[in-house]
Structure formats: C-alpha cells, structure tokens
C-alpha cells in the first residue's frame, strides 16, 4: 500500500512552458485534492475531485487545470507556467469529503523562471 | 471568513523542556479542528481532530486540548525526533475538505 504518490519530485520550468503534475493513490479513496504551500502561506487548496468524472475549484484555480477519469489518478496541469506558481505542491487523499483524516503525498517542488 | 493563526512561528526547545503551540480560530461553526505534523522535504501527516470545546486526545508526547477560540498542542519531555513543523487546520460545519483553512505553522526544534 504506497499511499498517496506524487511525481515529480523535483521540476525547474521556463515561463509559458507547460507541464503535468502526476498524483496517485491506491487507498480507493474518493476524495482527491491538490494544495500549494508557499513561505508565510498556509496551505491552499487548487482543486479538488469528489470521485471520477468530478472536479471542482477551490481557493486558487487559475492557472491550473485537472481532471479525473479513474479513482486512483488525480493529475494536475499547468498550462503556461508563471514565475508566481513557484510553490511546493502537494497532492492529498481522503476516503471521502467529509472524512476527517486527510492523507498527503510528499510533495512537487517546481521553481518557474 | 475562517481564519487560522498559530504561534509561535518558531520554537526552539532543550530535549525534555515541555512547552505548547497555540492555534487561534475564528470559523461560522467549528466542525473540526485539525493538527497535522509536517517533516522537512515531506507532505503533512494528520495527528488529532477536535471536535468541541473541552476535548482532549493524546498521542504519545503530545497533547491536543480545544477551547471556543484556540486549541494547543502541549509537547511533554520531547526528543529530537519530535522536531518538525506543526499545522493546524480548522474545517467549518455542513462543509467537507474542500473547505479546509490552515495556519502556516510553528516549527518546533528540539534540541538535544
């Protein structure tokens, strides 16, 4: 049971590239989000995704598209990257909305420049 | 608007010199509060949720104590491998994860 995993590990981009940022979890939960935690910033949320075929907009979509078309894959794109989406990104599972206990993988840190 | 504010931002403890973390809220209604513990280089891991004032729950060297305005994380003769960072989330009533709102954490370094 690897839990929640995220890949890259590690990403430098030029701005205006594109590119994927891949989540998966094997705990067949239903719930999948992805945040962004910068320095002095708690974490916020992108988007999230209540099961396949869903996905919703949380606190700071833009620049960021997902989809979900299986229960265990949740990935996330950047579409033109800016320097301002320089953040550690974090891919997060729970069973489903409502569950209490949220379960995070370890993280993307991706630098833009 | 939910807000969450925890203090210190950072702590520096001798190993076996108890202290806590403050988690101050303001949220519509409390469905939960959260701790997550967040190691370097790593994603959090979820420690307690509170549910009402006056609750406590152990884990360990740790201690989560809820009130109507602030939890705290009390730490009891600590080791190093209690070093982290420490985030506390508060989730409002009739909401899901999706309206999760963190604090930015306190980093706790315990020194041996």
């Known amino acids: 049971n690897a839990g929640v995993t995220q890949t890259p590990k590690f990403q430098v981009l030029k701005t205006g590239q594109s590119m994927t940022l891949q989540c998966a979890q094997d705990?067949?939960?239903?719930?999948m989000s992805w945040y962004r935690q910068d320095p002095g910033m708690g974490l916020r949320l992108i988007h999230y995704?209540?099961?396949?075929?869903?996905?919703d907009q949380g606190e700071v979509p833009n620049g960021y598209n997902v989809s979900r078309s299986t229960t265990e894959d949740f990935p996330l794109r950047l579409l033109s990257a800016a320097p301002s989406q320089t953040s550690v990104y974090f891919c997060?599972?729970?069973?489903?909305?409502?569950?209490?206990?949220?379960?995070f993988g370890p993280g993307t840190r991706l630098t833009v420049t | 608007e939910d807000q969450v504010t925890q203090s210190p931002e950072a702590l520096r403890l001798q190993e076996g010199e108890s202290s806590s973390l403050n988690c101050s809220y303001t949220?519509?209604?409390?469905?939960?509060l959260f701790w997550y513990r967040q190691d370097p280089g790593k994603g959090p891991e979820f420690l307690f949720t509170l549910y009402s004032a006056g609750e406590e729950k152990e884990k360990e060297r740790l201690k989560a104590t809820l009130t109507k305005k602030e939890s705290f994380l009390h730490i009891t003769a600590p080791k190093p491998e209690d070093s982290a960072t420490y985030l506390c989330?508060?989730?409002?009533?009739?909401?899901?994860?999706?309206?999760?709102?963190f604090g930015t954490g306190t980093r706790l370094t315990i020194i041996p």
């Open positions: 705990m067949n939960h239903e719930y």
């Open positions: 997060a599972s729970s069973l489903y909305r409502t569950a209490l206990e949220q379960y």
């Open positions: 995704s209540v099961g396949a075929g869903i996905t």
């Open positions: 949220v519509s209604g409390l469905r939960g």
């Open positions: 989330a508060v989730q409002a009533t009739n909401f899901g994860n999706e309206k999760l709102t």
